[in-house]
């Protein structure tokens, strides 16, 4: 899928889950409801974007390292950011023997690329290098703030579903033509709010992903760093994934594969899309630049 595609994809998808979130609360409170659920989606949102970043890198205890401590890791993250027109990062490590990357940050001016001990351990130069220009794309494809307001607006789902349970126990709600949704509205609330919402940010997260492989490869001109860079992190995380549970958990959207093992997540349910595919494309954009 083209750049472009994906860009609309990713709009639509968001929008989605924006109209999800106002369909919830016009049930729950008809007009009300609608406006109340948007003023609370909207403060989430401004939450997220500014402090996203901070929630990452604290969770995965990463420490922000110099061009003096880290050289080559500058260097290349330097090299990057100026092929893709960006300003230069700030550059973590992570002390994770899981081997994985992520990019944080607001905007490019206020961005972090984060790798972990155990990437840098696990993959060459080339490879790094390629892993790197992905994460730089994300960064100049805005993907940090729209992975930040996904997860706002998925979080507002929630607490709209939890309101609709709190106020079915104890009688409250409403809307403004009746006593407000019943139990049966309640409980596929419950059911299908939640699941849907999972869907469209999962979705959302795996568009974002093909997009920063293809960016990400064209940045760097060498799709098969990225590929094999791939297949490695995949065969590592088989054999050391992140522990399930850890305050780590919820950065695992932003990294460049899925770091736990993944053999009992149900496709449409992961955030990362399936390796072999990102794979074969990779290999495909390799072909084509011969």
Known sequence: MSRL?????????????????????????????????????????????????????????AQEVSAQQAPRLHAMVAELAVVQGLPMPRVYISPSATPNAFATGRNPAHAAICVTTGILELLDERELRGVLGHEISHVGNRDILIASVAAGLAGMVMILVNLAQFGALFGFGGNDEDAGPGFLEIVLLALLGPLAAGLIQAAISRSREYAADASGAQATGDPLALANALAKIERATRARPLAAGTSAGPVSSLMIANPFSGQTMMRMFSTHPDTADRITRLRAMATTRR
């Open 5 to 61: 595609g994906n860009g609309l994809k990713t709009a639509l998808l968001l929008g989605g889950l924006s109209a999800l979130i106002l369909l919830i609360g016009q049930a729950l409170g008809g007009t009300t409801g609608l406006l109340i659920a948007g003023v609370v989606a909207l403060a989430m949102n401004g939450v997220s974007y500014f402090y996203s970043d901070r929630l990452a890198l604290r969770a995965m205890r």
